[in-house]
T-cell receptor, first 112, second 114 residues
Framework: SQKIEQNSEALNIQEGKTATLTCNYTNYSPAYLQWYRQDPGRGPVFLLLIRENEKEKRKERLKVTFDTTLKQSLFHITASQPADSATYLCALEPEYGNKLVFGAGTILRVKS | EPEVTQTPSHQVTQMGQEVILRCVPISNHLYFYWYRQILGQKVEFLVS????????KSEIFDDQFSVERPDGSNFTLKIRSTKLEDSAMYFC????????????FGPGTRLLVL
C-alpha cells in the first residue's frame, strides 16, 4: 500500500541546534516533495518545494534533501529558535492527478 | 503578499443542516482545492477544481458535498446534510498550475457539528 511517514514522536531540541526531520514514502514515485509548517488551529504554510532532479534546496536557515533511491526527504532547520516550534508536514503529489498527500507531521519543540 | 482567505473562521451547526464554507483563492490562480483535517489526524484531500469543473475527488467527497465557483473570486464548499463526523478543519488551497506547483492554503474554517 502507499504510505508517507514522518517521525511519529515529537522532536525536542535546544535553541541554536539543528533540527532534522524525516519523511519516508512507499509505493509512490513523486516528481517533487513539499514541506509545510502548521501551527495549532491554522492552515499549512508553504516552506520549500524540491523536485526529483534536485538533491538539495536551501532557503535561509532551512534545507531540504530528496533521495529518490532511499525514497526519503530530510528537512533541516539550522540555528533553531523557539519561534520554529510547530508541526512540520511533508506532502507529495502522486503520479496522477494534482492532489497533495500529506504525512502526519512531526511536532518540533525548540527550548531556550 | 497575496493569500488565500476563508470565511467563516468558525461554524457551529446542528446535524442534518447545510453549511457553506467560503474561500477567496489567490487572484491569478486557476486551480482550487479543498482539504480537511479531523482533530489530531492528517490533512486529507477532498476535491480539486479547474475550469469550472471538478478535476479530481476523493472517496470522502460523496454526494453530500459540492463545490462551486459562483463568481470570479469565490470558491465554495457546500455540505448538504451535515453529520457528526464532518466536524473538522476545512482548508481551501489554490495554485497557479495543476501539477508540480505549490499549493497555498488558507487559514481554515473550523466546523463543529452537534
Amino acid at each position: 500500500s502507499q504510505k508517507i511517514e514522518q517521525n511519529s514522536e515529537a522532536l525536542n531540541i535546544q535553541e541554536g541546534k539543528t533540527a532534522t526531520l524525516t519523511c519516508n514514502y512507499t509505493n509512490y514515485s513523486p516528481a517533487y516533495l513539499q514541506w509545510y509548517r502548521q501551527d495549532p488551529g491554522r492552515g499549512p504554510v508553504f516552506l520549500l518545494l524540491i523536485r526529483e532532479n534536485e538533491k538539495e534546496k536551501r532557503k535561509e536557515r532551512l534545507k531540504v534533501t530528496f533521495d529518490t533511491t532511499l525514497k526519503q526527504s530530510l528537512f533541516h532547520i539550522t540555528a533553531s529558535q523557539p519561534a520554529d516550534s510547530a508541526t512540520y508536514l511533508c506532502a507529495l503529489e502522486p503520479e496522477y492527478g494534482n492532489k497533495l498527500v500529506f504525512g502526519a507531521g512531526t511536532i518540533l519543540r525548540v527550548k531556550s | 503578499e497575496p493569500e488565500v482567505t476563508q470565511t467563516p473562521s468558525h461554524q457551529v451547526t446542528q446535524m442534518g443542516q447545510e453549511v457553506i464554507l467560503r474561500c477567496v483563492p489567490i487572484s491569478n490562480h486557476l486551480y482550487f482545492y479543498w482539504y480537511r483535517q479531523i482533530l489530531g489526524q492528517k490533512v486529507e484531500f477532498l476535491v480539486s477544481f479547474y475550469n469550472n469543473e471538478i478535476s479530481e475527488k476523493s472517496e470522502i467527497f460523496d454526494d453530500q458535498f459540492s463545490v462551486e465557483r459562483p463568481d470570479g473570486s469565490n470558491f465554495t464548499l457546500k455540505i448538504r446534510s451535515t453529520k457528526l463526523e464532518d466536524s473538522a478543519m476545512y482548508f481551501c488551497a489554490s495554485s497557479s498550475q495543476g501539477r508540480q506547483e505549490t499549493q497555498y492554503f488558507g487559514p481554515g474554517t473550523r466546523l463543529l457539528v452537534l
